[in-house]
C-alpha cells in the first residue's frame, strides 16, 4: 500500500533548483533509501516531505496524518549543544502541536521511558546530550523521535561522522524497527550499507531522480553501470 505518492516535484532554494521535477512511491514497510553524492538534492527532498522546503511544483501527498512522521535532519547541533539531559530530550518527543510544557502525562513519561530503554539510553537518563559520544547522541535523539510511535521514519545522513561499528550497530536498530513495522526513508551516500539493509532505492543525481527500484533492480543497474 502506498504511503507517500511525489509527482513531478520541483523544490527551489531562492534562484537555485535544489530537487527537479521528482515522481515516486513509498510503499508501507518499505525500507527507501534516496541515494545520491552531496548536493543530488537528498536532504531538500526530505525537508519538503516534512514541509520545512516549500515545494514549487508539482504534488507530493501523505496518505496518514503528518503527526506519524518522525523526522532525523542531518545536523541535529542544536539539539545536542541545548544545556538538556538525554532524559528531557528523550521526554520532549511526546510533544504535540498545541501542548504546553512543562506539563506532561504519566503515558508521555511512560512512553519515553519505554524509548529511552528501548535504545540502551538509561545508564545515561541525567546526562547532558552534549557530553555524550556521536553514537550515544543519535540513540538519545533517535529514542526521542520513537516517542512519536512514528508510522515513517524520515532520515538524513544519520551516521554522518560515525565511525563504522557505531554506524553498523545503528543500522542495525534501524533495520530492527523496519521489521517492526516502521517505514523508514533514508537519505545516504554510503551505498555498501544501501546494498545491505534497503528494500527499495532511489537515486538521485544533479537535482534529479535518474532510477527508482528495489535493491534487486538497483544493484544490476550499477553492474550494467
Given amino acids: 500500500m502506498e504511503i507517500l505518492t511525489a509527482s513531478c516535484v520541483t523544490i527551489n532554494y531562492g534562484n537555485v533548483t535544489a530537487v527537479d521535477n521528482a515522481s515516486f512511491t513509498v510503499n508501507e514497510g518499505d525500507y527507501f533509501c534516496i541515494a545520491g553524492a552531496n548536493g543530488s538534492g537528498k536532504s531538500t527532498l526530505l525537508k519538503g516531505i516534512v514541509g520545512l522546503a516549500p515545494i514549487k511544483n508539482g504534488h507530493l501527498h501523505i496518505h496518514f496524518p503528518k ?10 547541533k542544536a539539539d545536542r549543544d541545548f544545556p538538556a539531559t538525554v532524559w528531557e530530550i528523550i521526554l520532549s518527543g511526546t510533544q504535540k502541536s498545541g501542548k504546553t510544557l512543562p506539563f506532561y502525562s504519566k503515558e508521555d513519561k511512560l512512553r519515553a521511558e519505554e524509548s529511552m530503554v528501548k535504545l540502551g539510553m538509561e545508564k545515561f537518563r541525567n546526562t547532558r546530550i552534549g557530553n555524550l559520544s556521536g553514537g550515544q547522541q543519535q540513540r538519545a535523539l533517535l529514542a526521542r523521535a520513537l516517542c512519536k510511535k512514528p508510522r515513517l521514519m524520515l532520515l538524513d545522513e544519520p551516521f554522518a561522522g560515525l565511525d563504522s561499528a557505531i554506524s553498523e550497530e545503528l543500522y542495525s536498530l534501524y533495520r530492527e ?3 517492526q513495522g516502521v517505514t523508514i526513508v533514508m537519505a545516504s551516500h554510503d551505498y555498501q550499507a544501501i546494498g545491505k539493509y534497503a528494500s527499495r532505492v532511489m537515486l538521485m543525481n544533479n537535482s534529479h531522480v535518474d532510477f527508482v527500484g528495489s535493491i534487486e533492480e538497483w544493484r544490476a543497474n550499477l553492474w550494467q553501470n
Avoid at 503527526?67 to 545536523?75: G, M
Fill in 177 to 179: 524497527l523496519n521489521d
Fill in 67 to 76: 503527526e506519524q512522521i518522525s523526522y532525523l535532519s542531518q545536523s541535529n
